[in-house]
């Protein structure tokens, strides 16, 4: 959303009411459910980002508990192991640090090495405190990068001269970027105050006053970004991207003006600025973003732009599913959705035409709908200011994953040669196996267990530092499954984490990427499952399926691997969950066409 | 209506108290809420309310509502 569409006032008294509820239901003593714990620490006051954060977040449905650290009292909460802060155990650290935090300053003309020195001393002091916080507790931390003020010393000098301060601090939040450990984000705060110009950002009577770190005009534009972050730690991302065709990917209507009668010549301003939409959207899919098309039009007039005109930057190969038909939008959305295997709330739909959005936004309220300007030169930035794909990681997986989508399309034509599910599978020659999780696979292996909804059996959600200490806790065995066919290499693509519980081995995680279902994957999973188990010297195997919205599709998987349902209400984690046993000498014996590979 | 009427309404607003009644002579000591926090609340809705800014002199040499109401009247004239 763009800055101004923000009424920070507005939102400023909301919060304070909210705020002020809070406070109400705390004295009452009230009981909810999975808060997400969230420590604050600010070199400014940090009041009002905290209740404006609360507030957001509360409107996305995530409720909190916060710590909010004293005034300026950074080091103070870091240094001290047995401060308030570390006994909050936190899932997310966010910390504000400001300008004025840095004293050390260079001199002018001042050697290289010296003020490389000065800048070192604070990074490591930022390293630093990164290390004690991942010693204490796991959490994810949430790092803002230093805003560069708009008052220098040198005027047009500050960016000639390596001692000037603007200089100093601009290498002093590269060097964040580049030393931050894996469970640090970087929050470029500098980038955000250069959006909204810094004169705007910067309060100073503000600051002298109540030692506001930038005007309350922007709170909630800022408070945004870590909003749409800590969403993405939860696994609430979006990576679908689909689109419009006519006056949204380029000018006019194909079926009226032909394939080279559209808008779209860089020659001319309005097709330039097509054109840059359909850069800024490849730049999308070669991050991972998939990409689908869903225009009212007849399929072959709709593809011959993309075939035929040589001014489309888009290609059909970067297009993963495309739906062009006379049907309404928003059952075309659910087919998509379906075709690629994805949740509808991991979809970000744009359309030039309001009542198209309308109807989309009234019907799938959980799409996320980009308002198109009038103007298609601020395309771009509507799409850019939704913060639609704020992720918290990419991985190479992602990268690759575009591919699988459209080579998915190749697999289904092939599947329609066979009459018999088990010569397909055969013929698709998979290749893979269950592997022990090492360090190379951490990253993956956390993203999988933080997006994963719909073949997920208890949809737990862990933290690098949580899977680094069940890894070196021998209770714990922590499987990954990679998988290859003839048509693509999917990568790590389920996760299991098993713990031994007495003579019980209780499969705590289980979950699978929805891009290779009904492969009988889950029988090789089970398979090992049960040999660890027995290297555990267990009796039983426990499943557990806890139901959400989105997990219908494994409520049988218990069943149909050959589990007992018992009727118990002990270790069941919810009122609607189901426990599974399988005895481990019982004869039971899974078949699936997968050649293991080391 | 008054600027005085006008920043009634306001802190019935903030203060979430439809019976709330002020004066020029009312002042943070006479409301239970009234306290830093929410005093910068104040200030940013009453300047966003009036379309006016205020500067760092004015707003540290508030006294009591009385104040705020001539500064207001200084800016809209």
Not at chain 1, 167 to 179: A, D, P, T
Not at chain 1, 286 to 304: F, M, Q, T, W
């Amino acid at each position: 959303m763009l800055n101004d569409t923000y009424d920070a006032t507005l939102i400023l008294n909301e919060a304070m009411k909210y705020a002020r509820k809070l406070k109400k239901q705390k004295t009452e003593e009230s009981v909810e459910p999975e808060k997400t714990k969230i420590a604050i620490l600010g070199s400014y006051s940090i009041q009002f980002f905290r209740i404006i954060l609360q507030y957001m977040l509360h409107k996305e449905g995530i409720v909190t508990d916060v710590y909010e650290g004293d005034y300026n009292g950074i080091d103070m909460a870091l240094l001290d192991p047995e401060s308030e802060f570390y006994k909050f155990q936190a899932d997310v650290v966010i910390i504000l640090p400001y300008h004025e935090d840095v004293k050390t300053l260079p001199n002018p003309f001042e050697q290289t090495e010296s003020i490389d020195k000065k800048i070192d001393s604070v990074i490591s002091h930022y390293a630093d405190s990164w290390k004690r916080i991942n010693d204490r507790m796991n959490c994810h931390i949430l790092q803002a990068n230093f805003v560069i003020p708009n008052l220098t010393s040198l005027g047009i000098l500050e960016s000639n001269y390596e001692f000037s301060y603007t200089h100093f601090l601009k290498k002093i939040n590269l060097l964040l970027e580049e030393k931050r450990a894996s469970n640090v984000t970087i929050i470029d705060m500098d980038q955000m105050a250069s959006r909204v110009g810094k004169n705007n950002w910067f309060d100073h009577s503000a600051y002298f006053m109540n030692k506001a770190g930038f005007s309350m005009d922007h709170m909630p534009y800022a408070v945004k970004t870590f909003v749409d972050a800590i969403k993405a730690l939860r696994g609430k991302i979006r990576k679908c991207l689909v689109l419009d065709l006519d006056n949204t990917l380029w000018g006019g209507v194909v079926a009226e003006c032909n394939y080279d009668g559209i808008l779209l010549d860089p020659n001319q301003a309005e097709g330039e600025a097509y054109r840059a939409f359909q850069q800024y959207i490849l730049n999308l899919r070669k991050r991972g973003v998939i990409l689908a098309v869903c225009s009212k039009n007849d399929e072959p007039v709709a593809k011959e732009p993309f075939e035929k005109n040589e001014n489309m930057i888009l290609h059909l190969s970067d297009i993963s599913c495309f739906t062009a038909n006379w049907n309404d939008k928003v059952s075309n959305i659910k087919l998509i959705a379906r075709e690629l295997n994805i949740g509808t709330d991991s979809m970000v739909f744009v359309d030039d035409n309001p009542a198209e959005r309308e109807i989309v936004r009234q019907f799938m309220p959980e799409v996320l709908v980009v308002d198109l300007p009038e103007d298609v030169a601020y395309y771009r930035t509507a799409l850019e200011e939704a913060g639609a794909f704020d992720w918290i990681q990419i991985t190479k997986d992602d990268i690759s994953r575009t591919e699988y989508y459209v080579e998915g399309k190749k697999r289904e034509d092939f599947l329609m040669s066979f009459s018999d599910y088990d010569d397909y599978l055969q013929a698709l020659e998979m290749e893979g196996n269950v592997y022990d999780l090492d360090e190379s696979n951490i990253p993956r292996f956390v993203q999988l267990i933080n997006k994963s909804n719909q073949f997920n059996l208890r949809t737990r959600r862990y933290n690098e530092a949580e899977i680094r200490s069940m890894i070196s806790d021998d209770q714990y065995a922590l499987l990954f499954v990679k998988i290859k066919d003839r048509f693509s290499d999917y990568g790590l693509i389920s996760c299991v984490i098993l713990k031994k519980v007495g003579m019980d081995c209780f499969i705590d995680t289980w979950l699978m990427s929805c891009r290779v279902l009904k492969r009988k994957i889950e029988n090789m999973v089970c398979e090992r499952i049960r040999a660890v188990a027995n290297e555990w010297q267990c009796t039983s195997i426990i499943g557990e399926y806890i139901p959400t919205a989105k997990n219908g599709m494994v409520s049988k998987l218990y069943e149909e691997l050959g589990f007992e349902s018992v009727d118990t209400h002990i270790c069941k984690t919810s009122e609607e969950s189901r426990i599974y046993v399988l005895k481990t000498d019982s004869d039971n014996k899974l078949n699936y066409y997968i050649k293991h590979v080391d | 209506m008054s600027i005085l009427e006008e920043l009634q309404d306001i802190f019935r607003d903030i203060f979430d108290d439809e019976e709330l009644v002020i004066s020029e002579e009312t002042s943070a000591a006479d409301i239970d809420d009234w306290d830093s926090l929410v005093n910068i609340q104040l200030m940013v809705t009453i300047c966003k309310h009036f379309d006016v800014r205020m500067t760092t002199q004015e707003i540290s040499g508030f006294e009591n509502v009385g104040d705020i109401v001539d500064c207001i009247k200084g800016k809209i004239g």
